[in-house]
Nanobody, 120 residues
Framework: QVQLVESGGGLVQPGGSLRLSCAAS????????MGWYRQVPGKQRELVAT???????NYADSVKGRFTISRVNAKNTVYLQMNSLTPEDTAVYYC??????????????WGQGTQVTVSS
């Protein structure tokens, strides 16, 4: 199958920066959209940002101008550069990928999540 492995979370002070990475591995024919979502306890998981295989991006209004999503297709990896972090960005961040595992079969996969905590 396909595994998504995230890294880069941690504790950062307000105004600071973090960079998340997510690498996909396994039975991959191709990857369509990759993205980042986040979730806090008691709330629904929400979209943060997505990027298509051609590089088109989409951001939640709350992160526009502060976060940048990018990907390296040759490495099946997506990144999330997070700047000007605020306590409201504290959440578990999940990587998501829309993967073709064969020419005819397409599935959605999630990473295990990485904690981002913004606090002084």
């Amino acid at each position: 199958q396909v595994q998504l492995v995230e890294s880069g979370g941690g504790l950062v002070q307000p105004g600071g920066s973090l960079r998340l990475s997510c690498a996909a591995s396994g039975s991959i024919f191709s990857i369509y959209t990759m993205g980042w979502y986040r979730q806090v306890p008691g709330k629904q998981r929400e979209l943060v940002a997505t990027v298509t295989s051609s590089g088109s991006t989409n951001y939640a209004d709350s992160v526009k101008g502060r976060f940048t999503i990018s990907r390296v297709n040759a490495k099946n990896t997506v990144y999330l550069q997070m700047n000007s972090l605020t306590p409201e960005d504290t959440a578990v961040y999940y990587c998501n990928a829309d993967v073709a595992i064969t020419y005819w079969v397409r599935r959605e996969y999630w990473g295990q999540g990485t904690q981002v905590t913004v606090s002084s």
